[in-house]
């Protein structure tokens, strides 16, 4: 998508001379920066998210007075396309960039991103978490520091009365989950009228049949930083879920139809849906409670030890073409001060990136219905320096494939086929 114009743009980076960054920086604020009397203009670019941001702002412009933070704020669509070729030398952009990690690692990669302060590295490795963190990070430097982590694996929302009225206790094994979800699981001809365990959306997929890999001692990683799935562990984890389309459990529809598996469950045709704790906002819009009608719970073990991967998720970023690089890293490093950070967690309801808030009993308190996600957090691993949009694709596209069609003459040879889309993607070798 916007992978073309981001490869034509860096390219633009490395042959062009830097230059000044700012959007709506006027030419009288770069004369008079720093004299007396006069604020120096940091100007930052984010996700849409009205009053988000506004707090945070404020409470740095009193702490540096010195200092004017100017937002603009972009809808997802626009920022990811605005985001690339605002990195162009010549191109208008920001001093400071709130962005979704995987726009941003093949700029890191090419250097039109700066490294961070030290002090602020030092910090960042040692009260980090590991997945939050590695997608800001090349070789032993740090290009950003992250706001939160993401977790789309480890929990699944389940519906309570569901189980209530059936007289059925929470799976806490895999074999038990799997034992509910054939028993609960309704499907005529090709229409699912009860769904039985969901793994299968566009988040979901991938991120179960990574876990499963690891959790059977496997890896998909490779030494040379290719992706293998066609191990041992990768065709079986693949023939697990597989077989719970086969068998009747849930459908291939929510990838078809770009649905998500918490859909059915609190629409009362879904017993259990692997998603995010983020979806647990989305309750009260359809007349939901939790921890009445829904509740969300940890999903059962695939093996022995709990691995999983992850994404790095929201973070900061300063570019290398700016020329206000002291004022942009202190607005980072106020943003990122574990009490500030701490609290902009909390009112946005992100999982944090830092292990101290993790710890904090305060911040377990606000996070009382998904409280145990906050002890999965340290044990993700990060999913790999990919272009995490086509390992989707590939998934999905072979499971689709293996499921309707005679595309692949085994499950191997489909893995084969993911592995080297996803390995060809590679560009952090």
Not at 18 to 35: I, N, R, V
Not at 140 to 167: A, H, Q, R, W
Not at 288 to 311: F, N, Q, S
Request: with cysteine.
């Amino acid at each position: 998508m916007y992978k073309k114009l981001l490869s034509v743009v860096l390219v633009m980076i490395l042959a062009g001379s830097l230059s000044a960054c700012g959007d709506g920086q006027k030419k009288e604020d770069k004369e008079t920066a720093g004299s007396e009397g006069e604020k120096e203009t940091i100007t930052l670019w984010a996700n849409k998210n009205e009053g988000a941001y506004d707090d945070l702002i404020k409470e740095f412009e009193d702490k540096f007075p010195q200092y004017k933070v100017e937002l603009t704020e972009w809808s997802y669509g626009d920022f990811s396309d605005k985001v690339m070729t605002s990195l162009m030398p010549d191109s208008e952009g920001a001093d400071v960039y709130y962005l979704w990690n995987d726009w941003i690692k093949e700029a890191i990669t090419s250097g039109a991103v700066s490294e961070i302060p030290e002090e602020l590295a030092a910090e960042v490795e040692e009260d980090f978490l590991p997945a939050a963190k590695e997608g800001y990070k090349k070789g032993d430097t740090y290009y950003g520091v992250p706001i939160e982590s993401n977790c789309e694996y480890g929990g699944m929302v389940v519906n309570k009365k569901l189980f209530e009225d059936n007289n059925l206790k929470y799976p806490v094994t895999w074999e038990e989950l799997r034992a509910i979800s054939k028993q609960v699981a309704v499907k005529e001809g090709e229409v699912m009228k009860m769904r039985g365990f969901d793994c299968i959306d566009w988040d979901a997929l991938l991120n179960n049949y990574l876990a499963m890999i690891l959790q059977q001692g496997g890896e998909y990683i490779m030494e040379d930083g290719s992706v293998d799935f066609a191990t041992e562990e990768g065709i079986k984890a693949f023939d697990e879920i597989k077989s719970m389309i086969m068998d009747g459990e849930n459908s291939l529809e929510s990838v078809t139809d770009w649905n998500s598996t918490y859909h059915m469950v609190y629409e009362g045709t879904g017993y259990m849906g692997s998603v995010g704790t983020w979806a647990l906002a989305s309750a009260a819009e359809v007349g939901k409670t939790v921890g009445v009608d829904v509740e969300y719970i940890p999903t059962p073990l695939y093996g022995d030890e709990l691995r999983y991967a992850a994404e790095s998720g929201w973070g900061l970023i300063v570019p290398e073409k700016c020329e206000k690089k002291e004022a942009a890293w202190e607005f980072v490093k106020f943003w990122t001060e574990k009490e500030n950070l701490q609290k902009y967690n909390e009112e946005q309801s992100q999982l944090p990136a830092r292990k101290s808030i993790c710890e904090d009993a305060g911040f377990r308190e606000s996070c009382k219905d998904y409280e145990f996600v906050l002890d999965i957090l340290p044990k993700g691993e990060y999913i790999g320096y990919y272009d995490t949009t086509a390992m989707r694709y590939a998934v999905i596209n072979a499971m689709i494939a293996v499921c309707t069609t005679d595309d692949y003459a085994s499950t191997k040879e489909a893995c084969e086929a993911m592995s080297k889309e996803v390995s060809d993607t590679y560009f952090g070798q």
